[in-house]
Structure formats: structure tokens, C-alpha cells
């Protein structure tokens, strides 16, 4: 028997498929876009809710998307600022 019936077939490739290649790389350039937006998305999803309830406009939580200096701006208004919602009794 030759050596070639106890390797697998991938084993017995000298050099890989490229098209394969090409396919696991798409995949995953796809999967890691999807959880950068939903790394992005589900803060300012969060943060707007808190606006909303709070009483302040909702579209304020966009301000989140400035870099370095948005997400403190954004807690700032939210721990220092005057609630518009007011206190419920």
C-alpha cells in the first residue's frame, strides 16, 4: 500500500486552492463587518433610548459617533445636564 491511502486528499496538496482561499476570507471579512456595525450600532441603540426617556431628543445619541470625544460628551450630558423628563411622582 502506498502512503497515499492512509493522508487525506488536502493532505496530498502542494499548494492550496486559491478559490477556497478566497472564500474564507470573504466570509470572514463579512463576519467581522457585521460585529464592527453591531459594535457601533447597539451603544447608540442603548444610548438613545436613555435620551428618549430622560426627555431629551433621541438623535442626540449620534453624537456618540464622533471619535475619541463623542461617548464623553455623551455621558457628560447624561450625568450633569437638567433631565427635560423631570422627576415622576
Given at each position: 500500500?502506498?502512503?497515499?491511502a492512509?493522508?487525506?486528499?488536502?493532505?496530498?496538496?502542494?499548494?492550496?486552492?486559491e478559490?477556497?482561499?478566497?472564500?474564507?476570507?470573504?466570509?470572514?471579512?463579512?463576519?467581522?463587518?457585521?460585529?464592527?456595525?453591531?459594535?457601533?450600532?447597539?451603544?447608540?441603540?442603548?444610548?438613545?433610548?436613555?435620551?428618549?426617556?430622560?426627555?431629551?431628543?433621541?438623535a442626540?445619541a449620534?453624537i456618540?459617533?464622533?471619535?475619541?470625544?463623542g461617548p464623553?460628551?455623551?455621558?457628560?450630558?447624561?450625568?450633569?445636564?437638567?433631565?427635560?423628563?423631570?422627576?415622576?411622582?
Amino acid at each position: 500500500m502506498s502512503l497515499a491511502a492512509f493522508l487525506p486528499l488536502a493532505a496530498l496538496q502542494t499548494k492550496p486552492d486559491e478559490a477556497a482561499l478566497a472564500g474564507l476570507m470573504a466570509v470572514g471579512c463579512v463576519f467581522w463587518i457585521f460585529l464592527i456595525l453591531l459594535a457601533v450600532a447597539f451603544p447608540i441603540f442603548c444610548f438613545w433610548r436613555i435620551f428618549t426617556k430622560a426627555g431629551f431628543n433621541g438623535a442626540m445619541a449620534l453624537i456618540w459617533l464622533v471619535p475619541v470625544i463623542g461617548p464623553v460628551v455623551v455621558l457628560c450630558i447624561l450625568a450633569f445636564g437638567t433631565w427635560p423628563g423631570g422627576q415622576r411622582s
